[in-house]
């Protein structure tokens, strides 16, 4: 992810991965992780509604309490989405990396065109998935993984 960040240029702040939050009896929730360079970009963030805490290596992480991130897509590439944060565009540029995958496995092909052929500002809504699949055992697995699309509350 970090390399990314390097490619797209000086003005990415940072960027985004699913983070799953284990729950009580066994669930998982999928929720949005940011992670910026700067603590000041990464303090603005959280009090939009997550956890700040500083990491080492990679700068200061905010895992949000949503599974939704509106945001105001800049670009695409086969692996990447870069975009600002629609509560907070003035931060700066942010980056949705699925490498190894690519954008069209990861959210489907018509998706995939979509986000590579948007103009800049194009609206749309990140959102952490949980994805339960049957493995060829006959038992099942709990992924999380990005997608585009409505609230899944809605």
Same mark, same amino acid.
């Given at each position: 992810m970090v390399a990314g960040v390097i490619i797209v240029g000086g003005?990415?702040?940072g960027w985004v991965e699913v983070h799953g939050v284990?729950?009580?009896r066994?669930?998982?929730v999928a929720v949005w992780r940011l992670v910026a360079g700067a603590g000041a970009v990464a303090s603005r963030v959280a009090t939009a509604g997550g956890?700040? @805490?500083r990491e080492s290596a990679q700068g200061w992480a905010v895992v949000t309490d949503r599974s939704v991130l509106?945001?105001?897509v800049t670009g695409a590439s086969e692996t990447e989405v870069w975009f600002r944060l629609a509560m907070t565009p003035e931060l700066g540029t942010w980056v949705l990396d699925v490498s190894p995958w690519s954008l069209a496995q990861v959210l489907g092909p018509a998706?995939?065109?979509a986000l590579t052929q948007a103009e800049t500002g194009t609206r749309v809504n990140l959102v952490? @998935?949980?994805l339960?699949?049957?493995n060829l055992g006959g038992g099942y697995v709990r992924h999380i993984a990005p997608g585009v699309g409505p609230s899944p509350q809605a």
């Open positions: 003005d990415v702040v284990p729950q009580p066994g669930g998982l956890s700040l @805490r509106p945001v105001l998706t995939a065109a952490a @998935r949980v339960v699949v049957q």
